[in-house]
């Protein structure tokens, strides 16, 4: 095994590599991190995730529920290079410890099941890595088990995630018969024993040779589609190309984002796992392969290199409280920092004092004296930094772009058992919030209650579960409710509104008119009208002749966007409009800023009670795996939910059956499925938007 790190004569970063493994719930992720660490000699004995002994699964309610909960972060060293590996959650409830670790990372693995190829949450991690720009490579796993297909799976890679999948590797067997791979790029068998020890490499077997010729070809002609030099050669005699152009072919596309390399194998019974990390380190990015990270300061952008001589810079993407204290995890993108080190956060305007910084292996930490560009690692001391934060030289200040934290999608009412604990609890449920900024902590104003606010049931259930774990007070959980929008469904045009206030000194004068009209999906996209429209909101102005300055024009678009937090139905936020000013008029004096930014809050407001609104709920997408003399039962309790059925199709002995239901509907639906079932049925859901709510909603 090829574990000691060497030297790297150009430049120390080109042998880092920060990754992430991505994947749906139960595709096997965890495994694979688990495997890499023991091929990498990193550990030297296999945990398994339905025994709880896993490093990275290490949380006791991850061991429990047998699931991965919270991103963790190991590291291991393979062919002279440093890998940072993140596994991170795959059930979608816990997306926003994925979208916080792809935003500090290079690259990554991504997993797929060989049976069930690409699944609804695998979709959903892929379009988030999408959006952050980071290369990956796929591993189809699990083609040991009955039923699992490569071509099949590569072929969903091709029609869901629409990447050009470029497949490097041929199994040698099927099924329970699957013993080992032909590498493809070097024309090589690599055969794993039963007892899942190191491949031994060999000659490709004579019975597989026309196979793994013709997919040699059809990967060349794949690349050769793709990538200009990769062409050249293949056009010129012998119409071939050699490994060495192959491979940097690959690393081009891979980088590029045009082709994904898919490799495969078993996680479980340890075959395939030293070729994904040849792969890992072959074809995905250095810190140096990177775009320097941006920023700006007062206004302006700024770009560090990942120069370790280069001034400070690092992200903070988690906080963690443990037994020997607060852990905040970063990625240094730029400069070094050493234990002593005082820090500037630009966002709070404090310095924070490094005490110490550490190699982080799950829940185990190994201490270092100092941290340099491309790292990722954990330092204690800092007191005030939250996930997102930038942390950066205090003589070099720079404000980097924190992770998109998620919209909380499900609400619980949460008190004290007993009301002595009130503080208590208040004190809980800050320090969850604090490490997890997907969770929502906040007090109703018309009920009192304290309400708590996640991602969906099961994330609030875990965030329960952890105040009682952590030796919290008991707590009293009340039914999860939704969070509602409400919409424009008919509008009003020229809706006049004058805002006139006079205290005796200088007073407050604002004209506005204004058109409110609902926001067509086409509409949807930033930069296509003055204002923006992020969030379900467009702004525009269509004053002529100058009657509304410029400047008042913003404060109306301000004052628009403070009225949207509660709309007339139920004080719920608003969305999908689009408000144009029309014409209006200011006075000599009177006329300001705020004047015309309260009369945007307080025309909108106004004019929203003269709109016909429409209440939305939150509906997902839920995809429900179910033995198919069970498929009657299923399709009429989604029925029965108000879900809207809108695919089926056979897959092996069972039906998957997939669906659009309001979020409300489906708390407790695991135990109604299971009990339809005999346990054998399973379902994933993902947020996918809101839509009307019927009139019964609308009265909860």
Not at 494 to 499: A, I, L, Q, S
Not at 541 to 559: F, H, I, L, T
Request: proline fraction near 6%.
């Amino acid at each position: 095994m090829r574990t000691e790190p060497r030297t790297n004569s150009v430049n120390p970063l080109a042998a880092v590599r920060n990754l992430g493994i991505l994947a749906h719930v139960d595709a096997g992720k965890t495994t694979v991190t688990e495997r890499i660490l023991f091929a990498t000699g990193t550990i030297h004995r296999r945990g398994e995730v339905h025994d709880g002994t896993t490093v990275t699964d290490f949380d006791p309610q991850e061991r429990d529920r047998g699931i991965t909960i919270f991103a963790a972060a190991v590291s291991c060293a393979w062919d002279g290079h440093r890998i940072n590996l993140i596994d991170t959650p795959g059930h979608v409830d816990f997306a926003d410890e994925v979208e916080r670790s792809l935003r500090v990372l290079d690259g990554a693995i991504a997993v797929f099941d060989a049976v069930a190829g690409v699944e609804p949450q695998s979709e959903s991690v892929w379009r988030q890595a999408d959006r952050h720009g980071v290369p990956r490579i796929a591993f189809v796993n699990k083609l040991d088990r009955a039923g699992a297909d490569l071509d099949r799976a590569v072929e969903s890679i091709r029609t869901r995630l629409h990447p050009a999948p470029l497949v490097v590797q041929l199994p040698i067997g099927t099924e329970d018969g699957f013993t080992g791979v032909v590498d493809l790029v070097r024309m090589r068998a690599l055969v794993w024993a039963d007892d899942g020890g190191t491949a031994t490499e060999g000659p490709v077997p004579e019975e597989l040779r026309e196979a793994a010729d013709r997919r040699r070809h059809a990967l060349e002609e794949a690349v050769a589609a793709l990538h200009p030099a990769a062409l050249e050669e293949f056009c010129a005699p012998p119409g071939r190309l050699s490994a060495d152009t192959l491979a940097g072919a690959l690393r081009d596309l891979t980088l590029s984002g045009e082709g994904v390399v898919v490799l495969c194998g078993s996680a479980y019974r340890n075959r395939g796992v030293e070729p994904l990390l040849d792969a890992a380190v072959a074809y995905l990015p250095a810190p140096l392969d990177v775009p320097d990270a941006r920023g700006t300061h007062r206004g302006a952008e700024q770009r560090r290199a990942a120069d370790p001589e280069g001034p400070f810079a690092a992200l903070a993407f988690k906080v963690t409280a443990t037994a020997t204290g607060r852990l905040t995890h970063v990625r240094v993108y730029s400069g070094t920092i050493e234990k002593g080190d005082t820090v500037w956060d630009p966002a709070t305007r404090r310095t924070e004092r490094v005490a110490r910084i550490l190699r982080v292996m799950a829940d185990r930490h190994e201490p270092l004296d100092r941290a340099v560009a491309g790292d990722i690692v954990a330092v204690v001391g800092l007191k005030s930094a939250r996930p997102g934060a930038t942390l950066c030289a205090p003589d070099a200040p720079l404000l980097l772009e924190p992770p998109t934290a998620a919209e909380p999608v499900v609400s619980v009412a949460v008190e004290a058992r007993r009301r002595t604990d009130t503080d208590r609890l208040a004190q809980a449920l800050a320090r969850l919030a604090e490490e997890d900024p997907s969770l929502v902590v906040r007090t109703d104003a018309e009920t009192g209650q304290t309400v708590l606010s996640g991602m969906g049931e099961l994330h609030l259930e875990v965030a329960v579960e952890k105040i009682r774990r952590d030796g919290g007070p008991e707590v009293t959980v009340g039914r999860p409710r939704v969070a509602l929008r409400e919409t424009v469904a008919r509008g009003v045009t020229g809706f006049v509104h004058r805002h006139v206030h006079q205290t005796g000194g200088a007073g407050q004068f604002a004209h506005i008119v204004l058109d409110v009209e609902p926001l067509g999906r086409e509409d949807g996209r930033e930069g296509e009208h003055e204002g923006g429209c992020a969030g379900g909101f467009a702004f525009r102005s269509a004053v002529v002749g100058g009657r509304v300055p410029q400047e008042y024009v913003r404060a109306v678009e301000a004052g628009c966007r403070d009225a949207l937090a509660e709309g007339p139905l139920g004080g719920h936020p608003v969305t999908g409009l689009r408000v144009t000013l029309t014409d209006g008029s200011t006075h000599v004096k009177d006329s300001s800023d705020t004047a015309f930014r309260t009369a945007g809050r307080l025309g909108l407001r106004e004019a929203l009670r003269a709109c016909a609104m429409t209440l939305l709920e939150p509906v997902a997408e839920v995809t429900v795996t179910v033995p198919e003399d069970a498929v009657g039962g299923v399709l009429g309790d989604l029925a029965a939910r108000r879900g809207r059925v809108t695919g089926s199709v056979t897959r092996g002995a069972a039906a998957v059956l997939t669906a659009t239901v309001p979020l409300a509907e489906l708390f407790g639906y695991a135990t109604r499925l299971r009990g339809r079932t005999q346990g054998r049925g399973t379902f994933t859901a993902r947020p996918s938007g809101h839509a009307p709510a019927p009139a019964a909603v609308s009265t909860r």
